[in-house]
């Protein structure tokens, strides 16, 4: 059974940079699929940040892609996002996915999903 | 702003139906046929029920039903039961490399 967990700084302040990780259980990263990133500003809706594949190919959501770095480390079943110069506008509950490589727009499954509140 | 478009409000008694549509555009929905619906109950993570339009994954009942024309894409609930009360998301390739979002719609179960 697949299993994601995010794990990763809850707390941040306005210009840091939100790092986090996804560790990926019963299942190898390296395998044909995309890994990717969504998140959920409090009360509001869904929101495609990227996604990354075992070799290190990329896509990132185009209002986001100038801040957006991701990273995977197929040694540790472990993929990664960064996102430089935080605002209160990036405050949401951040979620991991598994998604297909064609269209990918098949993320399933998820993981609980992590909060980071950036606040002065 | 979402760039797909979904009422925020949809409602029924058990036992009927609902349907939700999901309004984008030429060069996402319109275009691709990789279309999915994400069901979200409060405080829970996003779960997949339909992908590619109206594909459904092992263990989504059968209930659950996805369709598209045009620019516009529809989840339909049968037979509509009170776990099925929960926000519903909606989301296209919109090529390029890009992926969009509706903005939710939240189902009532009367």
């Known amino acids: 059974q697949v299993q994601l967990q995010e794990s990763g700084p809850g707390l941040l302040k306005p210009s840091e940079t939100l790092s986090l990780t996804c560790t990926v259980s019963?299942?190898?990263?390296?395998?044909?699929?995309?890994w990717g990133w969504v998140r959920q500003p409090p009360g509001k809706g869904l929101e495609w940040i990227g996604i990354?594949?075992?070799?290190?190919?990329?896509y990132s959501n185009p209002s986001l892609k100038s801040r957006v770095a991701l990273s995977i480390d197929t040694s540790k079943n472990q993929f990664s996002l960064k996102l430089n110069s935080v605002t209160a506008g990036d405050t949401a509950i951040y979620y991991c996915a598994r998604t297909a490589v064609v269209g990918f727009n098949c993320f399933d499954p998820w993981g609980q999903g992590t909060l980071v509140t950036v606040s002065s | 702003q979402s760039a797909l478009t979904q009422p925020p409000s949809a409602s029924g008694s058990p036992g009927q139906s609902v349907t939700i549509s999901c309004t984008g555009a030429s060069g996402d929905i319109g275009y691709y046929n990789f279309v999915s619906w994400y069901q979200q109950h409060p405080g829970k993570a996003p779960k997949l029920m339909i992908y590619?339009?109206?594909k459904r994954p092992s263990g989504v009942p059968d209930r659950f039903s996805g369709s598209k024309s045009g620019n516009t894409a529809s989840l339909t609930v049968s037979g509509l039961q009170a776990e099925d009360e929960a926000d519903y998301y909606c989301s296209s390739y919109a090529g390029s490399d890009n992926l969009v979002f509706g903005g939710g719609t939240k189902l009532t179960v009367l």
């Open positions: 990354i594949y075992q070799s290190g190919t990329t």
């Open positions: 590619e339009v109206t």
């Open positions: 019963g299942y190898s990263i390296s395998s044909h699929y995309f």
